[in-house]
């Protein structure tokens, strides 16, 4: 499953650029596309800056209204999309653009978002949120398009889409994954199953969060509370704070057939 990193104009931990740094070359190693949503641009700017960088790899699409970097040189991008952005361009967020960019001209189904948690004490909770529905609103996409059903609302962005390369990797729809990393945290949008590997030695926290009704846990290796069976319900916290084992090296969740996607939060910390 190809993946795409996308960068939005959101907080980037100074503290930890070389998390970021590793994350771009392991991209680029495997061919993922790197898109930033305006003023995710900043962040390879910042790379520039730093002494100690020796070398930057530049974003492959900058794509937005550009709104946010106007102070900053875009050229370091390689391809510059704005002529998706016009007279209707708030009919979508700079960083939905960037998804359904990854989607239609990458075909992409593994989506890796950086950029999208809330910046300590900024209290920019709105906007958070608003960032965690982009992997909602990816699957939507990929969806619609394998139900050969275009759309509504919003532009078009002067020709139609391609459904061939929308279709899901397998005939169920679960050929999407989507998550929202960190240095300290990932936030995973889970259609089918996921795999979680231990980063330190630390706790390993994992939670669940529905935003639906149906969503069922089938089976679960290596929580220290298994979710075998458990119905998760989206008006009730009964699945968050669950930790790996201890020594435990991994841990997975797998959905029922009939469920629908959770999200998933892995955080550690020392």
Known sequence: MKSALIFLNGYYDARHLDFYRH????????????????????LFHQFGENAHAKRLHRPDV????????ADLETKIAKNIVQ????????EWTDGQLAVLYALEHYGCRHLIIYGGLPQPGAYETDQFLGNLKLMRFGHYQVEMARLKTAPTGGRRFGHQLEMARFQSASPDGKGYQ?????????IHYVVSELRLVRKNSGVQRVSLIAEERNVIVAESQHLRWELDSLKIDADLTNALRNEFV????????????ESAPVYVIHNWYD
Do not use: H, Y
């Open 23 to 42: 994350e771009i070359e392991a991209g680029v190693a495997q061919g993922s596309p790197l898109i930033c949503a305006d003023g995710g641009l900043r």
């Open 62 to 69: 900058l794509i937005g209204d550009l709104d946010s970097v």
């Open 83 to 90: 002529e998706w952005v016009g007279q209707t361009d708030k």
């Open 178 to 186: 989507a998550e929202m990393r960190d240095a300290r945290q990932t």
């Open 246 to 257: 201890a020594e435990a090296s991994w841990a997975s969740i797998r959905l029922a057939e």
